[in-house]
């Protein structure tokens, strides 16, 4: 037996039963957005992280730099030529 066609009028069963659907539909949607949000956050920790050791690490490279740099000119100075 065929399922009675849809007449366009549903009655409250009906109408709560598709809310309810509805409903259960946004919760799930919302716990993935959750999961998801809760993924990105991490990586970008993780990244953030990154950065800020490289930004560390550039500092000391500079300071080092700036370190030979000055004894390379020292050394010009004190009559030396600089290698």
């Known amino acids: 037996m065929a ?3 849809y007449t366009g009028v549903m ?5 709560l ?9 946004l919760a799930q949607s919302m716990e993935l957005m959750q999961i998801e949000g809760d993924g990105q956050r991490k ?6 992280s990154v950065v800020d050791r490289h930004e560390h ?3 000391r490279f500079r300071k080092a ?7 390379w000119l020292d050394e010009g100075e004190n ?5």
């Open 17 to 25: 039963e598709k809310l309810v659907e509805r409903h259960e539909a």
């Open 65 to 71: 730099m700036r370190a030979g740099l000055l004894a």
């Open 3 to 5: 399922p009675p066609r």
């Open 79 to 83: 009559g030396q030529q600089p290698s």
């Open 43 to 48: 990586r970008i920790d993780t990244l953030a």
């Open 11 to 15: 009655n409250i069963d009906e109408r």
């Open 57 to 59: 690490e550039q500092e």
